[in-house]
């Protein structure tokens, strides 16, 4: 069991410090690749080093999580917090554990949250291999990175969630795709806490419910940078198809190997946005 953070600001506070004496420059956006979804954004400005430096609690890793940091500069004068693998719930980790990255970010300057996951597929159109932006989720965690008493200069206490995924960024990111002749899609995510992956009674329901991925990341993550105004951008690969929906059972090492092959076209698309100045709310 991990140890919570009975209250995320202290922890949070003495980060901020630790990285201003780094003397490490304040980033735009934070970066985070999924299961399998690292790609090399070009040469780190600083690192990689291991996520644990920033982190004030233990981190056990998950195979395809490298659980690593860089600064890369993908503008001139443009630094992004680029993070490989992430902390999830079913790890035993609590909402702020989760998000603890995306809350540093923003305390250090970021206003821009861009992820990547590995999802499954509960639309019977969609194919493994399949890219989709995110237009909306499903919280199904049970968890919720607000819970208790926060600082109310991070955020409003019942933050809207309405347009949680930016339509802008969400346009952005299709136009760069139809550039590069990137087959995207748009779908709702459903989030759930794991390990084990869904029935098919879930998958079912799931789909009823409006739902054409799963997962087991990246909610509690946008509802901490709403809460705290950041912009988000998240884009799934559909790693394999759910039960129900595919006729062979699910196997991690799947999802892995989905994100290699689709590792290019993701690697085009983050390296696109990244380097056009309104993904930043700059022109």
């Known amino acids: 069991m991990n140890a919570r953070l009975d209250s995320p600001a202290p ?11 780094k003397g490490w420059p304040a980033p735009k956006a934070l970066v985070v690749a999924g299961s399998g979804l690292a790609v090399d954004l070009g040469a780190p400005r600083i690192g990689p080093l291991p996520l644990q430096e920033l982190l004030p609690f233990p981190v056990h890793g998950v195979i395809g999580h490298a659980h690593a940091f860089e600064i890369v500069e993908p503008l001139p004068g443009v630094p992004v917090i680029y993070q490989r693998g992430r902390i999830h719930g079913y790890q035993g980790y609590d909402g702020h554990q989760v998000v603890f990255m ?9 206003s821009l949250l861009l992820m990547t996951n590995a999802a499954g597929g509960l639309d019977p159109e969609y194919q493994a291999g399949d890219l989709v932006a995110i237009k909306d989720h499903i919280n199904l965690t049970g968890s919720n990175p607000l819970l208790g008493a926060l600082p109310p200069d991070w955020g409003p206490q019942f933050p809207p969630m309405d347009d ?34 869904e029935t098919p009674a879930e998958v079912r329901a799931f789909h009823r419910w ?4 799963v997962g087991m990341s990246t909610v509690q993550e946008v509802i901490a940078a709403r809460h705290m105004g950041m912009r988000c951008l998240c884009m799934s690969l559909v790693s394999n198809l759910a039960a129900g929906v595919s006729p062979v059972p699910l196997h991690h090492e799947e999802v892995l190997e989905a994100g290699r092959q689709a590792a290019n076209d993701i690697r085009r698309l983050l390296e696109a946005v990244l380097r056009d100045p309104r993904a930043y709310g700059t022109s």
Not at 102 to 110: D, I, S, Y
Not at 210 to 213: C, D, F, S, V, Y
């Open 102 to 110: 995306v809350r540093l970010a923003r305390l250090l300057g970021a």
């Open 164 to 197: 949680a995924y930016d339509p802008e960024l969400r346009q952005l990111l299709a136009k760069k795709a139809e550039q590069l002749s990137v087959r995207l899609q748009e779908g709702v995510y459903i989030s759930v806490l794991g390990p084990s992956y």
């Open 11 to 21: 922890p949070l506070e003495a980060a901020v410090a630790a990285w201003k004496r």
């Open 210 to 213: 409006g739902a054409q991925l």
